[in-house]
C-alpha cells in the first residue's frame, strides 16, 4: 500500500538532502566496507566524470503529483506545492529556442498538474524540438475530467510519451503505487492506444517506465520487455514501443524504504558488486541537464534531489550558458552506484 504522505510533509529527516548525502557517506562507505564511488570510477579512469555532448534538457515542472509511490526519488504527491512559474518557464523557452539538444524531457511528480502545462507544451512545441517527452504516471489522465482530454493533446503536439507502469499484474503495481492504480493504468494506455499511440505509421511514441518492486536490481531489459508486450496486448489488447528498465536509486522515500526494511546494506553491496565501467560511459548526467521547478541547474535529476547543483559559475536557468556549462565537471555520491550497476539505468533505460 503506497504511503499517504510524502517526507517532506511528515518532517521525516530524509526530507533534506543533506541527511540522505550524510547517510549515503557514513556507515559502510566510511568504515571501509565499500569503495566511495569516486574511488570505484577512478580505477577505470572515469574521474572526474566529465560531460560529454548535450542531448537532452529534462525539465521537472514540479512535485506536485496526485500519487505517493513508495519507490518516489521525487518525493512527490498531492502535498507538495513546489511548482514552475510562467516567468521560469519562459527562461527555460529562450534556452529552448538555442539549445544544441535534440531531447525535451518534461517529468515532475505529475508535469501534467503544472496550471501552465498546456501552455507551456504549445510554446516549446514551436521550438523545433525533435522528441518532446512527457513523463506520465498515466492515472492523471483519470483523476479529473479536466485530464481526461491529454491523449488527444499530447497527439496534437505529437508528444513522446513514456509512462510509468511497474508491472503487467495488479498486485504488484498497487503494492508500489497505490490501491487501484493498475486498472487505472490499463484504462490509460487503452485509451493512448485509441488516439493512435504506438500504432502502425502514426509516428506517436508510447514507451513503459519499469522500476523494480522491492531491493533488487532490474532483470534484462529486453527480456522484460518481451514479456509486457505479451502480457499486455493478451490481457488487455495494449500495445507500446519500448520498455525502460530503472534502477531505484537509494535516495529519497526509497532510501527510507532501505532502512526501514534493513534492506540498505545489502542493497548497497548488490550495486557495488554489479558496478559495470561500461555503464559508466553512457550514465545520463554525461548527456543531460537538469532543470529544478525553481530553474536551479543540475547534473541529473537524482542530484536535483540531493540538491546537488551543477559544478559551473553557471548555476541558474537565468544565466544559461551551454559552453561553460559543458566544461564542468559531474558532482558524484554513493547514489551513483544506482546508474552504473548491472546494464546501467538512466531515464531512458539501460546504458550498456
Not at 47 to 60: A, F, S
Not at 278 to 302: H, P, R
Not at 332 to 340: A, D, F
Request: some cysteine; glycine content about 6%.
Amino acid at each position: 500500500m503506497a504511503l499517504l504522505k510524502s517526507l517532506s510533509a511528515r518532517k521525516n529527516d530524509l526530507s533534506k538532502p543533506e541527511n540522505q548525502l550524510a547517510f549515503l557517506s557514513n556507515g559502510i562507505f566510511r568504515e571501509g566496507g565499500l569503495p566511495l564511488f569516486k574511488d570505484k570510477i577512478a580505477e577505470s579512469g572515469n574521474y572526474p566524470l566529465k560531460p560529454k555532448t548535450l542531448e537532452i534538457l529534462q525539465l521537472n515542472l514540479g512535485y506536485m503529483c496526485n500519487q505517493v509511490c513508495s519507490h518516489c526519488h521525487v518525493d512527490a504527491g498531492p502535498d507538495r506545492k513546489e511548482i514552475m512559474t510562467q516567468e521560469t518557464m519562459q527562461q527555460c523557452l529562450e534556452v529552448i529556442k538555442t539549445t544544441k539538444a535534440h531531447t525535451l524531457d518534461l517529468t515532475g511528480g505529475a508535469p501534467e498538474m503544472n496550471p501552465n502545462f498546456r501552455w507551456f507544451v504549445e510554446e516549446a512545441s514551436k521550438a523545433g524540438i525533435k522528441d518532446f517527452i512527457v513523463r506520465s504516471n498515466l492515472t492523471i489522465i483519470l483523476a479529473n475530467k479536466k485530464y481526461h482530454d491529454l491523449p488527444e493533446f499530447f497527439k496534437k503536439y505529437n508528444v513522446h510519451v513514456v509512462s510509468s507502469l511497474p508491472f503487467y499484474k495488479r498486485e504488484k503495481t498497487d503494492k508500489q503505487r497505490g490501491s487501484g492504480v493498475f486498472d487505472k493504468s490499463i484504462k490509460a494506455l487503452q485509451m493512448l492506444n485509441k488516439v493512435g499511440y504506438a500504432q502502425p505509421g502514426t509516428n506517436l511514441k508510447l514507451d513503459l517506465a519499469y522500476n523494480p518492486a522491492g531491493a533488487f536490481l532490474p532483470t534484462n531489459q529486453e527480456a522484460m520487455e518481451h514479456d509486457f508486450k505479451t502480457a499486455l496486448k493478451e490481457d488487455f489488447d495494449i500495445d507500446f514501443n519500448q520498455l525502460f528498465a530503472i534502477t531505484n536509486l537509494p535516495i529519497s522515500r526509497f532510501l527510507e524504504y532501505l532502512i526501514a526494511s534493513e534492506n540498505y546494506e545489502d542493497y548497497m553491496y548488490e550495486l557495488v558488486n554489479a558496478y559495470n565501467p561500461e555503464a559508466v560511459k553512457n550514465v545520463m548526467c554525461t548527456n543531460t541537464i537538469s532543470i529544478s521547478w525553481d530553474g536551479w541547474l543540475y547534473d541529473c535529476d537524482f542530484n536535483q534531489m540531493l540538491d546537488l547543483k551543477v559544478a559551473s559559475t553557471v548555476k541558474h536557468i537565468s544565466d544559461y550558458n551551454e559552453e561553460l556549462l559543458n566544461n564542468r565537471n559531474i558532482l558524484i555520491s554513493q547514489h551513483c552506484y544506482g546508474c552504473t550497476a548491472g546494464a546501467g539505468s538512466s531515464c531512458q533505460g539501460s546504458t550498456a
